[in-house]
């Protein structure tokens, strides 16, 4: 069974920036994915940025040239890089681990990120 501990989140005026941080416990077999979603009150959970067992990445038009996720496969550690954070990047941001091309899945917590003057 895997646990994910997230790190982080916080308030910060636009502009800013914030980095979060994901570590899973133990050894991840099947290794699919790791990513971030996030979900702000009355929308669907959206993925914000993912990176595949190939170092492939994917980003959310909204984040493009603003977050940058990686990982550190020793640590079993996803990180996402936030920068110029607007006010709509406000939400609770999830981390999420699939496994068996995504058959199984983990979910952190979440943490709040609040981006405001």
């Known amino acids: 069974q895997v646990q994910l501990v997230e790190s982080g989140g916080g308030l910060v005026q636009p502009g800013g920036s914030l980095r979060l941080s994901c570590a899973a416990s133990g050894s991840i077999f099947g290794f699919s994915a790791m990513g971030w979603y996030r979900q702000a009150p009355g929308k669907q959970r959206e993925l914000v940025a993912h990176i595949t067992s190939g170092d492939s990445t994917n980003y959310a038009d909204s984040v493009k040239g603003r977050f940058t996720i990686s990982r550190d496969n020793a640590k079993n550690t996803v990180y996402l890089q936030m920068n110029s954070l607007k006010p709509e990047d406000t939400a609770v941001y999830y981390c999420?681990?699939?496994?068996?091309?995504?058959?199984?899945?983990?979910w952190g917590q979440g943490t709040q990120v609040t981006v405001s003057s």
């Open positions: 999420n681990v699939q496994q068996w091309g995504g058959q199984v899945n983990y």
